[in-house]
């Protein structure tokens, strides 16, 4: 049975920093590509960030690019994203992702259950 567990969610002042990580079980977790998407209340998930199964592939989100960071250990089954200079904006729950690489949410078969973003203006 696959699960994907996300952790590191919180609360943060805007400018601040938070570090998600994302546990896989039941997979061979290095042949998946994996991802972050997030939604909000109201709005439509969306894209954040993937990186392929080796880690030689990535891609972000425009709204994010030069402020967070994602990556994988292969070895220990997960994957971070290493969000800075939060906005409030970013505020959402994030959730991981394992599948294809791609930013459509179509490329995923599993999914996590999501870890909340908070970010205090």
């Known amino acids: 049975q696959v699960q994907l567990v996300e952790s590191g969610g919180g609360l943060v002042q805007a400018g601040g920093s938070l570090r998600l990580s994302c546990a896989a079980s039941g997979l061979t977790f290095s042949i998946y590509a994996m991802s972050w998407f997030r939604q909000a209340p109201g709005k439509e998930r969306e894209f954040v960030a993937a990186?392929?199964?080796?880690?030689?592939?990535?891609s972000y989100a425009d709204s994010v690019k030069g402020r967070f960071t994602v990556s994988r250990d292969n070895p220990k089954n997960t994957m971070y994203l290493q969000m800075n200079s939060l906005k409030a904006e970013d505020a959402a729950a994030y959730y991981c992702a394992a599948g294809v690489y791609g930013s459509s949410s179509r490329n995923y078969n599993y999914w996590g259950q999501g870890t909340q973003v908070t970010v205090s203006s």
């Open positions: 990186i392929s199964g080796s880690g030689a592939r990535i």
